[in-house]
């Protein structure tokens, strides 16, 4: 999600959590033995607190639980201790508002700095909360479709939420070198797929279209829109389509837990619907967001 690069200066003075203890952020120190470090071996997840509510948490929690257990990583804590180093953190930090928060579980430290998982010893968790305000999140952005694609499940499946971010960071470089502000990525068939850091959405015939899901993450946001539009009667599909059918439609908008619905202005230098006409469909749907999280 592109962020404004200007630092709130209430983050200079934030708690880290690590391992059940706060430490100032320039205190706050991983050994260079961590899994996640070394290795990018780690699952995360990012969550978004309004009104002093974290938002989805317990679908955010069940999807870290999942990638955990699909990485073969035991937390060996439960949602309860999860949740209560949150409101740990929260409560150190003096937030109830306006603020994001990232979740970071790894392999813990390694004996050895080698790839074989048995030298990992125990996990480390870590919390990095922030103060966030929505104007830090870009208002609209340029997409830039790059040749890095999303893989395929039996290389390293795309669903999952794991350190190893280095193919999106590539796609990122790639369309910040063009002039873009995220990359657009395609499935290993051609077919479009998300951005490098959100899910994209575009609005085709007065329906909402996004990728099947089969080679994204299946975001959090990305799953509200759809049944916000099963829920208002607007035609949503999960279906392939291609760039052609990009180019040509009335509405883009990517979806993420920090920046809910932001609109795509241009891709590839095209742009995107009419803004003298405005986006009907995607303001809509923003507007029905902002409503499900009571702000």
């Known amino acids: ?100 928060a990232r979740l970071m579980i790894t392999r813990g430290n390694k004996i050895k700095p080698f790839q074989q998982p048995s030298l990992s010893d125990g996990i480390n968790f870590v919390i990095i909360m922030e103060h966030s305000d929505a104007d830090s999140i870009k208002q609209g952005i340029n997409l830039i479709t790059v040749p890095q694609v999303r893989g395929l499940p039996m290389s390293q499946d795309p669903k999952l939420n794991s350190h190893s971010k280095l193919n999106c960071i590539l796609a990122c470089i790639q369309a910040n070198k063009a002039g873009g502000d995220e990359a657009l990525m395609l499935d290993p068939y051609g077919f479009v797929n998300t951005t490098n850091s959100c899910n994209f959405f575009i609005v085709k015939n007065n329906e909402v279209w996004t990728s099947t899901g089969d080679y994204c993450m299946n975001g959090i946001t990305r799953l509200k829109v759809i049944e916000l539009c099963k829920d208002n009667n607007i035609s949503v599909f999960e279906k392939n389509f291609s760039l052609v059918d990009v180019y040509s439609s009335q509405e883009a908008f990517i979806t993420g837990t920090l920046g809910s619905l932001t609109q795509v202005l241009s891709i590839d230098g095209r742009s995107i619907g009419d803004s003298n006409y405005g986006w009907p469909i995607s303001e809509k749907l923003r507007e029905l967001y902002k409503n499900l999280l009571n702000v």
């Open 1 to 100: 999600m592109p962020v404004n690069k200007n630092i709130d200066k209430r983050n200079e003075n934030i708690k880290i959590y690590i391992n059940g203890s706060f430490f100032n952020r320039e205190d706050a120190k991983i050994s260079v033995f961590d899994s996640g470090f070394l290795l990018g071996d780690g699952i995360w997840e990012g969550i978004r607190l309004v009104n002093n509510e974290w938002m989805f948490l317990d679908e955010h929690l069940d999807r870290l639980f999942e990638g955990c257990k699909a990485i073969d990583i035991n937390i060996n804590l439960s949602k309860q201790d999860i949740k209560n180093a949150i409101i740990k953190t929260q409560e150190e930090n003096n937030m109830n508002n306006s603020a994001h």
